[in-house]
């Protein structure tokens, strides 16, 4: 089973992850985590391009998988951001829909079920969030995230994993 996590913001997280049924249980393995910035100096359909670039080369290089993200919200701290937010979501449904991948509503977590998932909290700061990550996925200390949304990301494939029944929420 292999799933492509999405934090959609606008600096979004991607995060493809394997979970392989094996006799001793399930073992999840990262296969890719990365986020991409973009400049606000940049017009929008630049940062969307980048964006587009970026999920398309994902889904090129590690497809097929299931798709999976966060439950996008409906408001922003203001106008501008909303706007933004959406143009982001609109630009990932582009993305996929080109190599014939749909986001699914049944396939969107809350942010409560993804901190849960992640930490056994659904209010964990986003600090508890990478821990608990790095906890399910047995990473070393000297991995890096390099921002919140990529942690995030695995964290929404957690959830979803768990929510599927792929792997089992730990105690």
């Known amino acids: 089973m292999r799933v492509l996590a999405l934090d959609l913001s606008t600096k979004p997280g991607f995060a493809v992850l394997d979970a392989k049924k094996l006799k001793s249980g399930v073992k999840l393995t990262l296969v890719h985590c990365s986020s991409a910035k973009t400049s606000t100096d940049h017009p929008d ?83 508890e969030v990478e821990i608990g990550v790095r906890k399910w996925l047995g990473l070393s200390d000297d991995y890096v995230f390099e921002t919140d949304d990529e942690s995030d990301a695995v964290a ?11 792997i089992e929420r730990e105690a």
């Open 45 to 127: 359909a630049q940062r969307y391009a980048y964006l587009a670039a970026k999920l398309t080369a994902i889904i090129h290089e590690y497809g097929p998988f299931d798709v999976v993200t966060r439950e996008h919200f409906t408001k922003g701290r203001n106008k501008r951001a909303t706007q933004t937010i959406f143009g982001v979501w609109g630009t990932a449904d582009v993305a996929l829909g080109q190599y014939g991948y749909v986001i699914e509503p049944a396939n969107e977590i809350p942010p409560s079920e993804v901190k849960k998932a992640a930490t056994g909290s659904g209010t964990a700061s986003k600090e």
């Open 156 to 166: 929404v494939g957690l959830a979803w994993l768990i929510r599927e029944g792929h």
